[in-house]
Nanobody
Framework: QVHLVESGGGLVQAGGSLRLSCSTSERTFSNYAMGWFRQAPGKEREFVSAITRSGERTYYADSVKGRFTINRDNTKKTVYLQMSSLRPEDTAVYYC????????????????WGQGTQVTVSS
């Protein structure tokens, strides 16, 4: 099992920034594509961003493109989501997830999930 631990969530005003982190002790971390998903109350989990194993390619939902940046540090076994220009509609629990080898925009394609971290954006 791949254990993922998230941090960095919190309360921020609209227009502000947060950086989420997701770390693992998994020694084969570089074999996994990583993704970020979010889930707001009463809604299904939705794709936010994903990154390939070595960080060569990144993918973003249209709703966050230009505002969020995903990156990873395989030495630190950590994936990050830098969020800027935050909006109240970004409020959700954010989850990181791992998928062996290649990334996907579908939550059901990921095998391992973090516990989630709450992001709340006030107006």
């Amino acid at each position: 099992q791949v254990h993922l631990v998230e941090s960095g969530g919190g309360l921020v005003q609209a227009g502000g920034s947060l950086r989420l982190s997701c770390s693992t002790s998994e020694r084969t971390f570089s074999n996994y594509a990583m993704g970020w998903f979010r889930q707001a109350p009463g809604k299904e989990r939705e794709f936010v961003s994903a990154i390939t194993r070595s960080g060569e390619r990144t993918y973003y939902a249209d709703s966050v493109k230009g505002r969020f940046t995903i990156n990873r540090d395989n030495t630190k076994k950590t994936v990050y989501l830098q969020m800027s220009s935050l909006r109240p509609e970004d409020t959700a629990v954010y989850y990181c997830a791992a998928r062996f080898f290649v990334p996907s925009t579908g939550a059901s394609e990921y095998s391992y999930w973090g516990q989630g971290t709450q992001v709340t954006v006030s107006s």
